[in-house]
Structures are given as structure tokens and as C-alpha cells.
């Protein structure tokens, strides 16, 4: 079935430094990627949606410059959380639609970030 | 209008029962339904999905139920096993280009005891 590993699972960094999250489709090339964020018992919030070569498109709401997406090839996407800050704790999902699945979303484990 | 309504935001089944999980929706575009089960502390996994021209998948011990004229649609989960104890979501999205985007119900929290 189809693979998506999502790097590193759990980091905890100071307040004020950045941190990049890894998402890679392992067995199948993913023209979009999605980026979702996880507050405790509740449901996933769609943060940005790339696509493979072009900028993310950014959900209402989801600053921009706090949080950079990069897709630079068909297997890998990743976010950058900028100046972090202790409110920007959560857990983020990263999801993969492949080429020739339509709507078919497969979701890395997810990456739980603590921020002191 | 984008809005997928889950429910119940609970459940507790008894080993050997069946769960059921219903969602409704109000985009008459959506044409993609997926399920997902969640294990805490782990992305969701797909477990089914159904599109409209159907109205009923089966899957193992998994079912979906389709209703397109009331714009509903289930999950049920026979002989559940304490395995099976998850938070489960339902979820839809349209095919049309731009717009495959996952619009997520609010969860249920499943629970089977022995």
C-alpha cells in the first residue's frame, strides 16, 4: 500500500527557533500534499495545500510567513514553523494524494512539536 | 456549506457488536467518502471509502452506507473487537481539480469493552 513517512515524530525546541518537519511519499509520486494540524480530541484542520512546484495555497486563517511549505519534488514536502512559539505546540499531519489516485489521501504518522 | 457532521462524539460496544458511525453532509459536490481510524499519537489510516454510484461497500468487517437523496452516510463495524477502539472520522471531498480537499467530521471516539 501506499507509504507516507512523516520526519521527525516528536520534536521539542526553544521558543524563538525554527523547525522543519519532513513528508515523503515513499512508493508513489504525490502531485499534492497536504498539511493538516491536530489539537488534543479534536479533528484535523487542513492548514496548506501543495502542489508539486508551485506555492501552497493557505487556508483562511493559516499565516504564511509562520508557516513555510516547500514542494520541491513528486516524493517530498515539508514545513517549516518559524520563530516558534509555546501556542504553536500541536500535532501536525502531513498527507499525500498520488498521481493517479483521485481524492485518495494517505497521511504520514504525524510529528507531535513541543515548544518550551 | 463545507460542513460534514459526525456523530455520536462517542461510543462504547460491547466485544462481538456492532459500532455505527453516522455523518451527514450539504455539498451536493462532494463525491469522494473516505473513513479514517486514528490510534492516538498516529496519523489516520484510510479504512474505506465509497463514492456515489453506490450505495453500499463492504470491506472485511466494515461497511459503508450510502444515502445520496438524504445526504448520509455511515459506518458500521461488525463483531467489534477491543482492536478496534480508535477515534474514527469520516470525511468528503469533491473531485473536481482545486477542490480534493478532505472536509472532516468531528470524530467519534470508539470504545469496545469486553
Known amino acids: 500500500g501506499a507509504v507516507v513517512s512523516q520526519h521527525p515524530s516528536w520534536v521539542i525546541c526553544k521558543s524563538g527557533t525554527s523547525v522543519k518537519i519532513e513528508c515523503r511519499s515513499l512508493?508513489?509520486?504525490?502531485?499534492?500534499m497536504f498539511w493538516y494540524r491536530q489539537f488534543p480530541k479534536q479533528s484535523l484542520m487542513l492548514m496548506a495545500t501543495?502542489?508539486?512546484?508551485?506555492?501552497?495555497?493557505?487556508e483562511q486563517g493559516v499565516e504564511k510567513d509562520k508557516f513555510l511549505i516547500n514542494h520541491a519534488s513528486l516524493t517530498l514536502s515539508t514545513l517549516t514553523v518559524t520563530s516558534a512559539h509555546p501556542e504553536d505546540s500541536s500535532f501536525y499531519i502531513c498527507?499525500?494524494?498520488?498521481?493517479?489516485?483521485?481524492?485518495?489521501?494517505?497521511f504520514g504518522a504525524g510529528t507531535r512539536l513541543s515548544v518550551l | 456549506q463545507q460542513q460534514v457532521k459526525q456523530s455520536p462524539q462517542s461510543l462504547i460496544v460491547q466485544k462481538g457488536g456492532i459500532s455505527i458511525i453516522n455523518c451527514a453532509y450539504e455539498?451536493?459536490?462532494?463525491?469522494?467518502f473516505p473513513w479514517y481510524q486514528q490510534f492516538p499519537g498516529k496519523g489516520p489510516a484510510l479504512l474505506i471509502a465509497?463514492?456515489?454510484?453506490?450505495s453500499e461497500k463492504k470491506e472485511g468487517r466494515f461497511t459503508i452506507s450510502f444515502n445520496k437523496s438524504a445526504k448520509q452516510f455511515s459506518l458500521h463495524i461488525m463483531d467489534s473487537q477491543p482492536g478496534d477502539s480508535a477515534t474514527y472520522f469520516c470525511?468528503?471531498?469533491?473531485?473536481?481539480?482545486?477542490?480534493?480537499?478532505?472536509?472532516f467530521g468531528t470524530g467519534t471516539r470508539l470504545t469496545i469493552i469486553p
Open positions: 498527507s499525500a494524494r498520488a498521481l493517479v489516485a483521485k481524492n485518495i489521501q494517505y
Open positions: 512508493d508513489f509520486q504525490a502531485t499534492t
Open positions: 501543495s502542489n508539486e512546484g508551485s506555492k501552497a495555497t493557505y
Open positions: 455539498n451536493t459536490a462532494f463525491d469522494y
Open positions: 465509497i463514492r456515489p454510484d453506490v
Open positions: 470525511a468528503a471531498s469533491e473531485s473536481n481539480f482545486g477542490n480534493e480537499k478532505l472536509t
